[in-house]
């Protein structure tokens, strides 16, 4: 049983790979397989950074899924309407009774 206010939908971009000079690669160029992920509560995370007198903003989410959520560190995540990067490898939060267990996940979009 998830929180009453973990009531946010969150969707999950895994895009198919390809090999890249003998590494695989995720082929963002192709559509990817999305999933919605409902029972989610996400909160926001921002910070600034300057380089070459020019300014880069990195916004992203922490976001607690329901435990059995399928996301890796490879995937995206659409939130709010825009396209982040998974942060890291997800991870399993627990509770003491489980009603607040949830997976963890960590997001990041840079834009210039």
């Not at 963002?28 to 919605?36: G, H, K, L």
């Not at 992203?60 to 942060?87: F, K, M, N, Q, S």
């Amino acid at each position: 049983m998830r929180a009453s206010f973990a009531r946010l939908t969150i969707t999950r971009l895994r895009y198919p790979t390809r090999v890249d000079r003998g590494n695989v690669v995720a082929d963002y160029s192709a559509t990817p397989d999305e999933v919605d992920i409902d029972r989610c509560w996400f909160e926001p995370t921002t910070s600034t950074e300057v380089n070459d007198a020019r300014t880069a903003v990195g916004t992203g989410y922490t976001v607690d899924a329901p435990p059995e959520a399928d996301v890796t560190a490879a995937d995206h995540l659409r939130i709010a309407g825009a396209e982040h990067e998974v942060d890291g490898q997800p991870l399993l939060l627990p509770s003491p009774t489980g009603a607040l267990t949830s997976l963890r996940i960590i997001t990041k979009r840079w834009e210039s």
